[in-house]
């Protein structure tokens, strides 16, 4: 039985009691596709302005989890170099603008996702050790045809820290499925960013009112003990 490392985490709505022992930080697609100066966000115009200082919070707060044996997990939006997983008569092939790329710009196929390629890699500012689990997505939950709740029920853990990009597409679909599954989700609002400012805030709202708790980097790392 691990022992349990009970502390207090301020957060909105309302403050939440959470068990370090079980607690995973969950960093989800920070890829060159959506990271990177030349990745497949900045080729389409997206602004990426914001992610430095999103990759300085997430560094930092990995850090921090690692000098206290806080479980790591990537996630990592990857696709296969045929697109097998997103068929023709896929909603996500249907309305999804990296298969618009794949086709239509075949230029670009090593700035997007597709395994293999420098988009798909995670950044070098943020590269996992060797001890650390990266988990592979087909679609924007992390849990959506993957492994990560076996994984997490393995080293049993309740309480999972999100951040990463983007807020309101692969970060708040990951954090949904975790409330569906009894998790106890944990929104770093400076850990995260998106496209724009109002998407951001929409996410944060909704994890306030329904699906879970919003804090910031700053109010994690006072909770960890050195």
Known sequence: MIENKLVHLEAEPKPLEVDLARLAIL???MQNAFASKGGMFDLWGFDISA???????????????RKNDIKIIYVAHRLSPDLREVGPLSPFSAN???????HEKPETRDKILLSGTWGAE?????KPQSTE????????????GTDLDM??????????????VTTNICVESSLRDAHHREYFPILISDGTSAPKVSMKEATINNVKQ???WVTTSEML????VH
């Open 151 to 164: 994984i997490l029920r393995t080293y049993d853990i309740k309480y999972l820290a999100f951040l990463g």
């Open 27 to 29: 960093v989800i697609d």
């Open 122 to 126: 995670i950044i070098d500012e943020l």
């Open 51 to 65: 992610v430095p200082e999103v990759v300085r919070v997430i560094h930092q707060t990995l850090a921090a989890a």
């Open 133 to 144: 689990i990266i988990i592979e997505k087909r679609r924007y939950s992390a849990f959506m």
């Open 221 to 224: 790392l006072n909770t960890f």
């Open 96 to 102: 999804n603008t990296v298969v618009e790329s794949f």
């Open 210 to 212: 329904v699906f879970g």
